[in-house]
């Protein structure tokens, strides 16, 4: 049962078009890596997913039971937050806003919610660190905490490990394959690491200017060697 | 010391006095609270341009005579807030420019109108009244009181209901949008508060020096705290106190023996208070390390 299909998308943003034909499907526990040269819309296509934009064509349908606009994000980093004063708790707390509610504080199911995650992901002990304050890839792993509040059926993470030296890199590959593995978590990443991605992901999007690769990645290292 | 103590206790007893101190804190509250969402979306500017927009509405309005020039100052302010804030943060590009536009744009048009058609004879001091601050806030009335009490109770409601959500759009408005919260209305809802506030703030210190109100308590609580709760209560704290300081300051007999402008008096406040707030957190650096 594919949890995210996509078929016959056309991308594109200001009337340019940037990649079109995409057609694929996602099933949940599938490690989908998104790679491609700079410009082949990645990112247009993760905002579409998103639906932050909308396809020129095509269409997306979600499996029930994953609402719309149900769909953990780890998006780059923008210059705002590099000197936003929060906490690490108030930044994971900040996932939990989706549940709705009107009463206009968190509850204690939503802190416990965020305390596992927090312990989950080894970050506990910066609960009450300024955020700026943090190394590049502790503060990759906030986002992934919050990002993991918001949702337990589907990450989408827009390069992570940018900006991550080796071991930052490495770490936060392995978490991100235990967030999949043990957890059943199905993610979406966007690359450009393409030897991380064969070893890591399942399944293979590769966006290109003349045409596109979707497979397992399996398929993906065979066609290569041709 | 105590000479001048009597004299500020002797000038509060009067009720224009206590009412200028209770308006200028209430919108000392508003601007503080709102700044910290303002700075950190990198909008400071916004106040300033958006203030300068209702200086022309004000003009247009002065010269149709209208009874209460909120009428047309409020909804045009409001509009072109919304506008300006209605794409968030993508907006800031294009929108750097569109503000500056705005901003000139209306200025020379309300001073051009107020010299062609004012009734007034004296243009000078109109002009120069509205945008550093009027004396007219020693003569509000109780309305103006009462305008001021419920704009300052709502931002504050709107505050705490959403704080949360403020927070989220805040710091990361594709996050927000992508897990199902609704940004385009909680941005809308920033828009319209600043605009009510930079509209009624305009009374207390003018359309020039409102900026000041807006983004000073907020950078100062900035260099101190670290998480954003602190930062907007003790921006909070920081402006109602600065505001608080400045108009009694202003009442206070100048050594020249002429008239302290409270606008500029409370700005002037703040900027001290930043200063000190910035030394503080270069202190709490340096002890860090």
């Known amino acids: ?226 | 010391m105590s000479e001048a103590l009597q004299q500020i206790g002797h000038l509060l007893s009067f009720p224009f006095a206590m009412r200028a101190l209770i308006v200028g804190i209430l919108i000392a509250l508003c601007a503080s609270l709102l700044g910290v969402t303002l700075v950190l979306k990198r909008m400071s500017f916004i106040g300033d341009g958006l203030s300068h927009v209702a200086f022309g509405a004000l003009a247009i309005a002065m010269v149709m005579q209208l009874t209460n020039e909120l009428l047309l100052v409020l909804p045009v302010t409001i509009l072109v807030a919304i506008l300006l804030l209605r794409n968030g943060r993508n907006a800031k590009i294009k929108g750097d420019a569109t503000l500056a536009l705005l901003a000139v744009g209306s200025l020379a048009l309300g001073y051009l109108i107020i010299n062609l058609f004012g009734s007034g004879g004296n243009v000078a001091g109109d002009v120069c009244t509205t945008l550093f601050g009027s004396t007219s806030i020693l003569t509000l009335e109780n309305t103006d009181v009462w305008i001021c009490g419920i704009m300052a109770a709502l931002v504050l409601l709107i505050y705490v209901l959403f704080y949360r959500q403020i927070f989220a759009v805040t710091f990361d408005e594709d996050f927000a949008a992508a897990t199902g919260i609704n940004t385009r209305a909680y941005n809308l809802l920033i828009a319209t508060v600043t605009a009510i506030v930079i509209v009624i703030a305009m009374n207390l210190v003018g359309s020039l020096l409102i900026s000041a109100l807006v983004i000073f308590p907020a950078l100062a609580a900035m260099r101190v705290f670290k998480n954003f709760k602190a930062v907007i209560l003790c921006s909070a704290v920081v402006g109602v106190a600065a505001a608080f300081l400045g108009i009694l300051l202003s009442f206070m007999p100048s050594p020249t023996g002429k008239a302290v402008p409270m606008g500029a008096t409370i700005v002037a406040v703040n900027l001290g208070v930043f200063v000190i707030f910035a030394l503080i957190g270069l202190l709490k650096k340096f002890t860090n390390k």
């Open chain 1, 1 to 226: 049962m594919a949890q995210l299909t996509c078929r016959d998308l056309k991308l594109g943003y200001e009337g340019r078009v940037v990649a079109e034909g995409l057609t694929f499907s996602i099933c949940k526990g599938d490690y989908l890596c998104i790679l491609g040269e700079n410009g082949s819309g990645k990112s247009t296509l993760a905002k579409t997913i998103l639906q932050l934009n909308k396809p020129l064509a095509g269409s997306i349908t979600f499996a029930e039971g994953l609402k719309r606009n149900k769909i953990g994000y780890l998006p780059q980093q923008t210059p705002v937050q590099r000197d936003f004063p929060a906490s690490v708790q108030e930044i994971i707390l900040s996932g939990c806003l989706n549940r709705g509610g009107l009463f206009p504080f968190y509850s204690r199911a939503d802190q416990q919610k965020v305390h596992k995650i927090m312990k989950q992901l080894d970050i506990a002990h910066l609960a009450d660190r300024c955020y700026r304050e943090l190394s590049g890839g502790q503060q990759q792993r906030v986002l992934l905490a919050r990002a993991l509040t918001a949702t337990q059926e589907l990450l989408l993470l827009d390069e992570p490990a940018a900006g991550l030296d080796e071991a930052g890199t490495k770490e936060l590959y392995e978490i991100i394959d235990k967030i999949n593995k043990e957890a059943h978590i199905t993610i979406i990443m966007i690359s450009h690491d393409h030897e991380a991605a064969l070893s890591y992901a399942s399944h293979i999007l590769h966006l290109g200017k003349e045409h596109s690769f979707f497979g397992t990645t399996e398929e993906y290292k065979g066609g290569a060697e041709k």
